[in-house]
């Protein structure tokens, strides 16, 4: 199971943190992802990380503004969102890889619920 939290209304320029609480299954040993559906769009990968935490990748999109990390001692998975933008707008959701490494749409085989973040102008 994967549970979000975290999200919000937060302005223009604000700062907000997801966090994913993981269960039933060896969070450590699996990449995890954060992907987003904003309104009437589809579904944009949004960074990854790998099982221990040593690696990560990012969407052009949101590189330099988002950062992701992990907590495999709380099974929890984690994004800071700084700088956020209007285009920010959308379902997060967390995701869990199907190996110890490698992100994508492609490589995701388990979903969260998701949580709103919206940013005002």
């Known amino acids: 199971q994967l549970v979000e939290s975290g999200g919000g209304l937060v302005q223009l320029g604000g700062s907000l943190r997801l966090s994913c609480a993981a269960s039933g299954f060896t969070f450590s040993s699996y990449a995890m992802s954060w992907v987003r559906q904003a309104p009437g769009k589809g579904l944009e990968w949004v960074s990854g990380i790998n099982s221990g935490g040593g690696s990560t990748s990012y969407a052009d999109s949101v590189k330099g503004r988002f950062t992701t990390s992990r907590d495999n001692a709380k099974n929890t998975l984690y994004l800071q969102m700084n700088s956020l933008k209007p285009e920010d707008t959308a379902f997060y959701y967390c995701?869990?890889?199907?190996?110890?490494?490698?992100?994508?749409?492609?490589?995701?085989?388990?979903w969260g619920q998701g949580t709103q973040v919206t940013v005002s102008s």
């Open positions: 995701a869990k890889g199907k190996s110890d490494t490698g992100w994508g749409l492609y490589n995701i085989d388990y």
